[in-house]
């Protein structure tokens, strides 16, 4: 029982990971329709920033996380700007291909700036644990859940009480009816690539401490989160955050309850699945919306 | 029937010029992209002309070099009764997928696909019995013709250039056919194809399964070539490699895939010289040919060709689109 | 480190110069030219770098020395990424336009067994440092390993297991590729015909981030010991993620977890408990050649030096050595590398077998309690 307990706080933790890695990625899809294949990229560049503020600046906790996260923001912006606008009257596949070349892009820049060594990524709850009916549980993993939570209550207001968040979902369903209805639709666009490019750095400083910090780190996560997302339903947030805990949970528990070597199918094989049978995942759009 | 001929031959000759001149490591480079080019050209089948997006083809790839190497290596066959084998065995596997598959769209169907490249990584490195884990699968016999062995780049460049131009050849026959209209059309219009009585799902399934054949034949050809295959060589990286090479030369077409695999082959080759960084400027560059020719390569001959249509009609053999 | 455009450009000349003015001008100290392919992007360039490093270190100091027998070396550097089809790329540039004398390769099997058949075309001898016992079945006599086997790696940690530790009850984890498949494999062989049969295996993937599963399972299967085959980011984690999981058994890890890379990502506690086998035990208290060779790395790249990079230092020497005694001639050459038997390296004795594999002996380490300060257990030698 203790080792099972164990098993699903991993899971969870990994899976909180992976499900801000995948609401980034959703809120992208579902505001501008771009496939985002540089999400684990802008993961890997949130957990840089945080080797910039904490380690290289040395900054306190408070300060380097802020300056980690706008160090984020002016890269959502920044990529608006160079890549997302010049792009955007491209076919679906142009703008895949051409997120993958920035993911190039950026993961060469990381090793050209910070090197190949992995970096250890401190943490505020630093390497404490407590034991929870003999399972024995960092704090670290259970603070992930924690903000997790938070950043997901956080967006839940966003979207529905604030104007801008809901200015942002009218762009998101119809820009021209949004741009009938006077609303300034560019900057609600980048601001989309600002929220996503800051959940990846939430998701970044978090699993810094976790996982060590390396500039390859990168697709693996990107591979997960769109596991989750179809798993969760394309374009939902709900269903990026219960997609993201299913592939983490899958991950762990599948290893240790059917074969560690073949656990990664699990995820991969119930994503197709799900894309056979309801592909419109748990929460998603009906699929005819979108093609 | 001319835009075909002269395809092949375009392909033949303007090949074996350049095979003529260049060093080995060139030749190495060019046999490469015919390669790749070959698995292009079928990508250009189901993206091209059906307009299904694939993720996936490099598994298929691998699908047509494991064939091969397991044939070969294990049962001792000769690589010229494996390699049909092969084909085949991807074709019906293919077909197998894509039946429930290709009701999927867009991105579903990419995400699927990228999924399937996943799984076919997992399987290949795990079933250690069949195709030798990570290890892979070392010591594939060399292609020869009686006693005259199809090795050295030369001579495997005459294999692979031949093969590029039949595939090519027989791709333009079926752009210029019925079959080709049909796919196209799926690809434009969906239900209105199934109102003027195509069946949509045939269709699908008919161009995912020749863009699957193509994968096998490119997937043997680089067995052969490389005479290793590893997991590592079929990754859903080299997937959307294809998917670039095909954008980055001009979708639809078959000249564009067969740029594009030549231009992406070569170009990190080429950036060698500036070091570790040399991937970022391939991104970079890759990035701005997405910007500025949004239509790829094709596109910007197209562009050009205005001017110099008066004064050599014969360009646009080399974009059978133009003709048909 | 970096590697201009001037330099290439330079290399370029000098390749187009030699092959055409030809060996008549050899008197005129114009360089040996040698190749190098290892990963400098992409994952596997945490390792490659150590190897640029250290043969860059090797290529000054045996110029320093006087060279061969007056003329310099040169290495030329290709990278490989992490892909097979790279390497090859890689390999065929160098050796078609550069035209070395001699290569390094990298330390990945896979990129070593791609390459094998082209290097069997060119006729030039190689060192590489892949560990896979395939590349050396291969049966290509111009490659020459200069690390220890994969399978001599799961020996010795056989031996730790069993001599050192006495386990009863052992257990082992491994990364999903070809070191960690064929290390686990020999591994339980070897435990299964020493009476002491493993009681779980169990894997991960290359990328994973969480092995509290495999972990957990080992535990409740009972075992007492676990080996754990590893690559450098993995291992530091998997060895954190123990302690974290309140792991008290024995641990042995293979050389990876302990090279500087993964070292500076532990502390202390995580060390605790945790035997290694590395390739070679280095630190300045050995004294002599490694005290040098340690000392002068640091200072040089600022980092630790690993056996990895070590490995090729030392297959610099070994190659500087035979070039002087029988020159540059690839046939030659190939012959007396194939003939050399208890040459002292820095890291390792190097002999020769008919398959190519040079070294057999290896180090058991164990951190000093409460540091990081790695100490010698005891080495190990088979036969």
């Known amino acids: 029982m203790a080792d099972f307990i164990q098993l699903l706080v991993n899971g969870l933790a990994i899976g909180s990971v992976y499900a801000l890695a995948a609401i980034g990625f959703v809120i992208v899809y579902s505001a501008t329709g771009v496939v985002n294949f540089a999400a684990g990229q802008f993961v890997m560049f949130g957990t840089f920033a945080g080797v910039v503020t904490l380690i290289n600046a040395q900054l306190p906790w408070s300060v380097a996380y802020g300056a980690a996260l706008a160090i984020m923001a002016l890269f959502g912006a920044l990529f608006f700007i160079t890549v997302y606008l010049p792009l955007r009257r491209g076919s679906i596949v142009t703008i895949i291909i051409g997120t993958v070349a920035v993911g190039i892009i950026m993961q060469n820049a990381a090793l050209l700036s910070f090197g190949s060594w992995p970096f250890r990524l401190p943490s505020p709850l630093e390497d404490r644990v407590v034991n929870l009916g003999g399972a024995i549980i960092s704090t670290h993993a259970l603070g992930v859940v924690g903000v997790t939570t938070l950043m997901v209550a956080g967006l839940w207001v966003l979207f529905n009480r604030t104007s801008v968040g809901i200015g942002m979902r009218a762009v998101a369903q119809d820009l021209q009816a949004a741009k009938l209805m006077g609303l300034k639709v560019n900057r609600l666009l980048a601001l989309s690539w600002v929220l996503a490019a800051v959940l990846a750095g939430v998701a970044g400083l978090m699993l810094g401490p976790m996982w060590f910090a390396d500039v390859n780190m990168g697709d693996p996560i990107a591979l997960k989160a769109f596991a989750a997302t179809i798993i969760g339903g394309f374009g939902s947030l709900p269903g990026a955050i219960v997609g993201g805990l299913f592939v983490g949970l899958s991950e762990v528990l599948g290893a240790s309850y059917v074969s560690s070597a073949y656990k990664d199918l699990i995820s991969f094989g119930i994503m197709i699945l799900f894309l056979l049978v309801r592909p419109q995942g748990v929460f998603g759009e009906k699929i005819q919306d979108r093609g | 029937m001319r835009a075909p001929l002269a395809i092949a031959a375009a392909i033949l000759v303007l090949g074996g010029l350049i095979a003529s001149v260049l060093p080995e490591y060139y030749l190495r480079l060019f046999n490469l992209s015919a390669i790749s080019a070959v698995a292009v050209i079928g990508l250009n089948f189901a993206f091209g002309y059906a307009g299904l997006i694939s993720l996936g083809h490099a598994a298929f790839v691998g699908m047509g070099a494991y064939g091969l190497a397991i044939l070969t290596t294990a049962w001792g066959w000769s690589p010229w009764l494996a390699m049909p084998a092969a084909i085949a065995t991807t074709a019906a596997l293919a077909a197998l997928i894509g039946y429930p598959l290709l009701r999927l769209r867009g991105h579903y169907l990419a995400l699927a696909t990228l999924g399937l490249n996943v799984s076919f990584y997992i399987v290949t490195s795990n079933w250690i019995g069949l195709t030798g884990g990570t290890n892979g699968i070392a010591r594939i016999p060399e292609l020869a013709i009686g006693s005259l062995a199809l090795s050295g780049e030369h001579r495997f460049l005459c294999v692979a250039l031949v093969t590029l131009a039949v595939v090519a050849a027989l791709a333009a026959m079926l752009h210029a056919s019925r079959h080709g209209r049909e796919m196209m059309a799926v690809r434009d219009d969906e239900i209105a194809s199934e109102m003027i009585g195509i069946d949509v799902t045939r269709v699908k399934i008919t161009a995912f399964v020749l863009s699957a054949i193509c994968a096998a034949v490119a997937g043997c050809l680089f067995a052969l070539h490389v005479r290793f295959v590893a997991p590592e060589d079929f990754t859903y990286a080299h997937s959307i490699t294809y998917l670039a090479m095909l954008i980055v030369g001009g979708e639809g077409t078959i000249v564009g895939a067969i740029l594009g695999a030549i231009l992406l082959t070569f170009l990190p080759e080429w950036l060698r010289f500036l070091g570790t960084a040399y991937l970022l400027f391939f991104g970079l560059l890759m990035l701005c040919i997405l910007v500025f020719l949004p239509t790829g390569l094709v596109g910007l001959g197209r562009r050009m060709r205005p001017r110099s249509r008066k004064t050599a009609p014969s360009t646009s053999v080399g974009v059978p689109e133009m003709t048909s | ?383």
Do not use: C
């Open chain 3, 1 to 383: 480190m970096g590697f201009t455009r001037k330099d290439f450009l330079g290399s370029m000349i000098a390749a187009t110069m030699l092959s055409l003015t030809g060996a008549a001008h050899g008197q005129q100290a114009e360089p040996v030219l040698i190749g190098a392919t290892v990963p400098m992007t992409g994952p596997l360039s945490l390792t490659g770098k150590q190897y640029q490093n250290s043969l860059t270190m090797a290529e000054e100091d045996i110029n320093k020395a006087g060279g061969i027998n007056g003329r310099p070396i040169k290495i030329v550097f290709e990278d490989t990424q992490a892909s097979n089809g790279t390497a090859v790329n890689a390999f065929v540039k160098l050796a078609q336009e550069t035209k070395p004398s001699f290569f390094f390769l990298s330390s990945y099997s896979t990129q070593n067994l791609a390459v094998a058949p082209e290097l069997k075309k060119v006729q030039v001898p190689a060192m590489y440092a892949g560990g896979a016992d395939a590349v050396a079945d291969g049966g290509n006599e111009w490659m020459f390993r200069i690390r220890p086997a994969d399978s001599v790696s799961a020996e010795g940690m056989v031996k730790a297991a069993v001599d050192v530790i006495k386990a009863k009850k052992p257990g082992i984890l491994y990364i999903q590729n070809d070191f960690g498949q064929g290390g686990a494999q020999t591994a339980a062989k070897r435990l299964e015909a020493a009476g002491i049969p493993v009681v779980g295996m169990e894997a991960y993937g290359q990328n994973d981030k969480d092995f509290s599963a495999q972990l957990l399972s080992l535990r409740s299967k009972g075992a007492d010991t676990i080996l754990i085959f590893n690559y450098p980011q993995d291992g530091a984690l998997v060895l954190r993620q123990a302690k974290v999981l309140g792991f008290k058994m024995p641990l042995v890890t293979s050389s990876a977890a302990l090279v500087p890379a993964a070292l500076q990502l532990l502390s202390p506690a995580d060390l605790e408990g945790v035997w290694g086998v590395t390739d070679a035990f280095m630190d300045a208290s050995v004294g002599g050649r490694m005290k040098d060779y340690v000392e002068r790395f640091k200072a040089k790249f600022g980092i630790d030096p690993d056996p990895y990079g070590l490995a090729y230092y030392d297959g610099a020497f070994l190659m500087a050595e035979g070039m002087r005694k029988v020159g540059t001639d690839a046939k030659a050459l190939r012959e007396w590398l194939a003939a050399v038997n208890g040459w002292q390296g820095i890291g390792h004795v190097y002999s020769y077998d008919a398959k190519g594999n040079g070294v057999r002996d290896l180090a058991v380490v164990k951190a000093k309690a409460g540091t990081k300060t790695l100490e010698l257990v005891q080495p190990v030698t088979l036969n």
